[in-house]
């Protein structure tokens, strides 16, 4: 190889060199980026990174984009927190949240994968991008492709929360609404990324885009002080995040950075759409497309382009998988705000609840290092609280009105959300 990496057929193996590509032409698999870890040995080393900026492309060179490049924006760092009120809830003595719904500059873990997908783009000559997205994507992609000046066409499901909508029209981006599902978007999609040459971050570009997932994980190492954890509980919609942290954590231990340590993969999907987690309680990894009926529409992927390598990563780690309903996914947002501060979105919740769950049935022990993964921001999804809150009565600006509204007050404080109370007391406490 001449290059620090190259593109390969996940099943066959044959090798594309660097182009905008994502099928094998021989056997229809998925192409992956694969590095040559021997020449990255000497340029991703532990001082090297921490001169690096302070934010994901301080793991520049382990990820697929030419030297020459000069990223435009910061994106990622973000927050590893310990999460110990959570922790007493939910059973957990032990346990991080890895912070994504404060990433930059979309507040979402997708700002990671287009930073790589975009310098891809500009690389390939694309004066247009796009993206099928649940709405995170869409964000990120607008946001981005503003900075760089490229001209952007984005699909999304024409019933998309609000918040994701305005969050990508006022980029400038031509937003495309399209009747269906995300997975009627997405066939749709890849049409048009053939007929009009444009780079559609998820699919001619996906290779390059699912790289930048890596960087998530990159970072829990090094926060952790260049450790593993002992689990991770991540949320899955394509499935690629998951599978790409294990990439990350194999990278790390294969260039000696880290300890070599079996780190156990969890997967959380919402119950209104989860064909990864039920294949993974079937013990297969055979994918059965679902339709998608579900509040956490970021994660409403009913036919996922990686599920079967995600449910692989999982059953081969000796990990778990879960699902959640809608009821629940909102109680988890709050319950992770009332106890750590997080406003995090649907999917959010849904790692919230499932990460309770797996505690209360023992899949994960108490004391174990365990990092969950909230990926995006409650601000984006405040549709699913409407009602949740009494709107107080305003008070006239007197000493006795407040001393009233206090005697009134004192007695409900914050209610912690029942389900994940119950769960974290039947595992013990
Ligand atoms: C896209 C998305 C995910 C899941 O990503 P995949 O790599 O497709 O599994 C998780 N959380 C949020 C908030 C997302 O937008
Ligand atoms: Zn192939």
């Given at each position: 190889?001449?290059?620090?990496?190259?593109?390969?057929?996940r099943e066959?193996?044959?090798?594309?060199?660097?182009?905008?590509?994502?099928?094998?032409?021989?056997?229809?698999s998925p192409?992956e980026?694969?590095?040559?870890?021997?020449?990255?040995?000497?340029?991703?080393?532990?001082?090297?990174?921490?001169?690096?900026?302070?934010?994901?492309?301080?793991?520049?060179?382990?990820?697929?984009?030419?030297?020459?490049?000069?990223?435009?924006?910061?994106?990622?760092?973000?927050?590893?927190?310990?999460?110990?009120?959570?922790?007493?809830?939910?059973?957990?003595?032990?346990?991080?949240?890895?912070?994504?719904?404060?990433?930059?500059?979309?507040?979402?873990?997708?700002?990671?994968?287009?930073?790589?997908?975009?310098?891809?783009?500009?690389?390939?000559?694309?004066?247009?991008?796009?993206?099928?997205?649940?709405?995170?994507?869409?964000?990120?992609?607008?946001?981005?492709?503003?900075?760089?000046?490229?001209?952007?066409?984005?699909?999304?499901?024409?019933?998309?929360?609000?918040?994701?909508?305005?969050?990508?029209?006022?980029?400038?981006?031509?937003?495309?609404?399209?009747?269906?599902?995300?997975?009627?978007?997405?066939?749709?999609?890849?049409?048009?990324?053939?007929?009009?040459?444009?780079?559609?971050?998820?699919?001619?570009?996906?290779?390059?885009?699912?790289?930048?997932?890596?960087?998530?994980?990159?970072?829990?190492?090094?926060?952790?002080?260049?450790?593993?954890?002992?689990?991770?509980?991540?949320?899955m919609?394509?499935g690629s995040?998951i599978t790409k942290i294990r990439k990350?954590?194999n990278?790390?231990?294969?260039?000696?950075?880290?300890?070599?340590?079996?780190?156990r993969f969890f997967g959380?999907?919402?119950?209104?759409?989860?064909p990864i987690a039920?294949a993974v309680?079937n013990g297969t990894d055979v994918i059965?497309?679902?339709?998608?009926?579900?509040?956490?529409?970021?994660?409403?992927?009913?036919?996922p382009a990686d599920g079967l390598y995600a449910a692989r990563a999982i059953l081969a780690t000796g990990g778990w998988a879960?699902?959640?309903?809608?009821?629940?996914?909102?109680?988890?947002?709050?319950?992770?705000?009332?106890?750590?501060?997080?406003?995090?979105?649907?999917?959010?919740?849904?790692?919230?609840?499932?990460?309770?769950?797996?505690?209360?049935?023992?899949?994960?022990?108490?004391?174990?290092?365990?990092?969950?993964?909230?990926?995006?921001?409650?601000?984006?999804?405040?549709?699913?609280?409407?009602?949740?809150?009494?709107?107080?009565?305003?008070?006239?600006?007197?000493?006795?009105?407040?001393?009233?509204?206090?005697?009134?007050?004192?007695?409900?404080?914050?209610?912690?959300?029942?389900?994940?109370?119950?769960?974290?007391?039947?595992?013990?406490?």
């Amino acid at each position: 190889m001449t290059t620090a990496y190259d593109l390969r057929c996940r099943e066959c193996g044959k090798s594309y060199g660097i182009q905008p590509l994502s099928i094998c032409d021989e056997c229809f698999s998925p192409l992956e980026v694969v590095f040559d870890l021997e020449y990255a040995r000497t340029r991703f080393t532990r001082e090297a990174i921490q001169q690096g900026p302070l934010n994901m492309w301080r793991y520049r060179a382990l990820l697929p984009v030419a030297d020459s490049y000069e990223p435009q924006t910061p994106v990622g760092l973000t927050p590893l927190m310990k999460a110990p009120r959570l922790g007493a809830h939910i059973g957990a003595s032990n346990l991080f949240i890895k912070n994504d719904a404060v990433c930059l500059p979309t507040l979402s873990f997708k700002d990671r994968v287009v930073a790589v997908a975009l310098a891809n783009a500009q690389a390939f000559g694309f004066d247009t991008v796009g993206c099928s997205s649940t709405g995170n994507l869409a964000n990120a992609v607008a946001s981005q492709a503003a900075r760089l000046g490229l001209k952007t066409f984005i699909l999304v499901p024409a019933d998309l929360e609000p918040a994701k909508i305005l969050n990508t029209q006022v980029y400038g981006a031509t937003l495309v609404r399209v009747e269906g599902s995300y997975d009627h978007v997405n066939r749709l999609s890849s049409q048009i990324a053939d007929r009009y040459n444009w780079g559609f971050v998820n699919v001619n570009l996906r290779p390059y885009y699912a790289e930048g997932s890596k960087t998530m994980g990159f970072e829990i190492a090094e926060q952790l002080g260049w450790r593993l954890p002992d689990n991770i509980v991540c949320p899955m919609a394509g499935g690629s995040l998951i599978t790409k942290i294990r990439k990350a954590f194999n990278e790390l231990i294969a260039l000696g950075l880290v300890e070599d340590k079996q780190v156990r993969f969890f997967g959380a999907q919402a119950t209104g759409c989860s064909p990864i987690a039920k294949a993974v309680k079937n013990g297969t990894d055979v994918i059965e497309p679902q339709r998608p009926n579900t509040i956490a529409r970021s994660l409403a992927i009913g036919n996922p382009a990686d599920g079967l390598y995600a449910a692989r990563a999982i059953l081969a780690t000796g990990g778990w998988a879960e699902d959640v309903s809608d009821v629940e996914i909102v109680s988890a947002m709050q319950e992770l705000a009332e106890t750590e501060g997080i406003f995090t979105e649907t999917a959010g919740g849904v790692t919230t609840a499932v990460t309770a769950r797996l505690y209360a049935h023992g899949r994960i022990q108490p004391d174990e290092l365990t990092v969950t993964c909230i990926t995006g921001n409650g601000l984006k999804t405040t549709d699913c609280l409407n009602g949740a809150y009494d709107r107080s009565q305003a008070i006239r600006p007197r000493i006795g009105d407040f001393e009233a509204f206090v005697e009134e007050h004192n007695e409900s404080g914050p209610k912690l959300s029942q389900d994940l109370v119950l769960a974290g007391e039947s595992n013990g406490r």
